[in-house]
């Protein structure tokens, strides 16, 4: 299972980004793809994750409104499109499997994991 994120970078406050996670090695629309975000110093936090099957959307509160993913299964591809970015989304993004519905994201508890991508920097400048 290879997960690899791309579309970060530096953008200023209140601007938008898409980021962009290509899946490959796990049958695509049977797993649930989260995204993850991490500051040095501290834990790493779920910031959104789509389910399998009907790709319900879930977002952590601090994104609600401003983020919003989506997935193409015929590129295998899911996207983070960022809206209205603050210099606090400032962070490395990381996508990641989730097997269980999305369970990391809902219950903050990102052992559910069971796939990490490597990361993407996004910059937010104020």
């Known amino acids: 299972v290879q997960l690899q994120a791309s579309g970060g970078g530096l953008v200023q406050a209140g601007g938008s980004l898409r980021l962009s996670c290509a899946v490959s090695?796990?049958?695509?629309?049977?797993?649930?793809i989260a995204w993850y975000r991490q500051v040095p110093g501290k834990e790493r936090e779920g910031v959104s994750c789509?389910?399998?099957?009907?790709?319900?959307?879930y977002y952590a509160p601090s994104v609600k409104g401003r983020f919003t993913i989506s997935r193409d299964t015929a590129e295998n591809t899911v996207y983070l499109q960022m809206n209205s970015l603050k210099p606090e989304d400032t962070a490395v993004y990381y996508c990641?499997?989730?097997?269980?519905?999305?369970?990391?994201?809902?219950?903050?508890?990102?052992?559910?994991?069971?796939?990490w991508g490597k990361g993407t920097q996004v910059t937010v400048s104020s």
């Open positions: 990641a499997r989730d097997p269980y519905h999305c369970r990391a994201v809902t219950t903050g508890m990102a052992s559910w994991i069971d796939h």
């Open positions: 789509i389910s399998r099957g009907p790709g319900t959307g």
């Open positions: 090695g796990l049958t695509f629309g049977n797993s649930a």
